[in-house]
């Protein structure tokens, strides 16, 4: 999606920045400002924003709680940089989310902190899966997407970025995701695969996934089909990864994409809005009996964000009751009652809607159509970009914490740029 009308003045990203930036392209205007669910741009035009930095701001922009607490943190001369070393706002941190998040849906794990990117706890989960079972193959699925660097880019299924390594991508098996095609039961297809002596396929370490795919298309699995994953990689000893990068911290519902399926991962990667408010930080979750690192076997120079670690704290908060995941589904079901209004009202879309909780989408058989629409979106101020292997799914991820107004006035900028760019728009005289 490019836009060309740019809005400011866009040459020093031109002049200085690389090619490789995208979302400057996609959205050419300088901001300046943010807060809540929305940004403001130099010139003063604000911008609703179902993007939320790509699912990382799932608590919105510049949160009041988090700022404050940062404020004194940073006043009070705590350490910005640490390392792995022991600080007061990472044994807050630890200790709230055994609190907060673990204790209370039975759940034991040990808190990895592999570096400060979602690729980073991928590569991480990787790293210990064929560490505890001595096997080097991973299972992946078609469209999945679990990050940049060599090892999650062997498990990531878009050409493009895959490309992009320059080298072989190797010890990782693609499969087909759940409905990747019409009439065929994937999981029959996996356990066929890895259980036939002639299929060509060894044993794997793991499987790792996404419960909804989110760059790979909003593609959301059944529970069912969750579950019978689950089964599978127990019964072989195939330790099971779920990558909640995108869809977790509460983005489907509920704090973990996989809890209303039932499943227990043996490792959990996560990042992006973990931190509550942005910042860089990732967390790994292992069983404790795949805990079997040794003292810096894994290691990196920035998995000591204590920024991140203070702010992650605060934004727990919003667990210690079910109000704000009861919100979110609240939210979502207004959200897919008008995305599935669009589909039935305007035909022409070729309409599919998609997704969990507030990570939807409206997939169009029409090629060139979603970038059109979010283009058009961006125009009338609107922030929401594309996914999927060819652009084909308008993406929205708002941040759970936007209000029903906020809700209705972005869909009605979609609806707008719908009748626009299908030229449906009324002409006053």
């Known amino acids: 999606m490019t836009i060309s009308n740019q809005k400011t003045d866009m040459s020093v990203f031109e002049n200085y920045e690389s090619e490789v930036r995208s ?57 910005l940089h640490s390392l792995d070393m022991a600080t007061n706002a990472r044994a807050a941190f630890l200790q709230k989310f055994n609190e907060v998040i673990l204790k209370p849906r039975e759940m034991d794990y040990k808190i990895m902190f592999p570096g400060p990117t979602g ?24 469209n999945a997407f679990h990050g940049m660097t060599i090892g999650a880019l062997s498990v990531t299924g878009n050409a493009f ?11 990782s098996m693609a499969m087909p995701f759940d409905d990747y095609m019409d009439g065929i039961d994937s999981l029959d297809y996996l356990e066929k695969m890895i259980e036939d002596g002639g299929s060509g396929i060894d044993l794997p370490a793991a499987v790792i996934l996404e419960t909804v795919q989110g760059e790979g298309g909003i593609n959301a699995a059944s529970f069912e089909w969750l579950k019978r994953v689950e089964e599978l990689c127990h019964r072989l000893d195939i330790l099971l990864i ?43 979750l292992i069983k404790p009996e795949y805990d079997i690192w040794g003292p810096g076997e894994h290691n990196g120079t920035f998995r000591g964000n204590n920024l991140a670690f203070v702010t992650a704290a605060e934004a727990l908060n919003h667990w210690k009751t079910d ?47 979603s970038g059109q629409l979010a283009e058009a979106a961006f125009e009338r101020g609107l922030i929401v970009e594309t996914s999927g292997p060819d652009d084909e799914v308008l993406k929205m991820l708002p941040p759970p914490m936007i209000d029903e107004e906020g809700i ?14 299908l030229g449906k728009e009324e002409v006053t005289v």
């Open 119 to 142: 690729t980073n706890t991928v590569e991480s989960a990787l790293k210990i899966a064929r560490k505890v079972t001595g096997r080097e193959k991973v299972v992946t699925f078609t």
């Open 408 to 421: 209705e006035k972005g869909l009605d900028i979609i609806e707008e740029s719908i009748k626009a760019v």
């Open 161 to 171: 970025k895959r490309h992009g390594a320059g080298i072989p991508l190797t010890y």
């Open 23 to 79: 979302y400057s392209r996609s959205f050419p205007t300088i901001f300046e400002k943010a807060k809540g669910y929305q940004l403001w741009d130099k010139q003063g035009k604000d911008y609703i924003d179902f993007f939320a930095g790509a699912g990382a701001l799932n608590y919105g922009h510049n949160d009041d709680a988090m700022q404050q607490r940062l404020i004194e943190y940073i006043q009070s001369d705590g350490l």
């Open 242 to 284: 779920v990558d909640d990068v995108q869809a977790g911290c509460g983005r489907t519902g509920t704090f973990f994409s996989f809890e209303q399926a039932g499943i227990s991962p043996d490792v959990i990667c996560m990042s992006k809005s973990i931190s509550g408010s942005g910042l860089p930080m990732a967390i790994t």
């Open 323 to 369: 109000a704000f995941s009861e919100s979110i589904l609240s939210k979502s079901e207004l959200f897919k009652k008008r995305l599935n209004q669009f589909v039935d009202e305007y035909p022409e879309l070729q309409g599919e809607v998609r997704g969990r909780g507030l990570m939807l989408g409206i997939a169009s058989a029409k090629a060139g159509l």
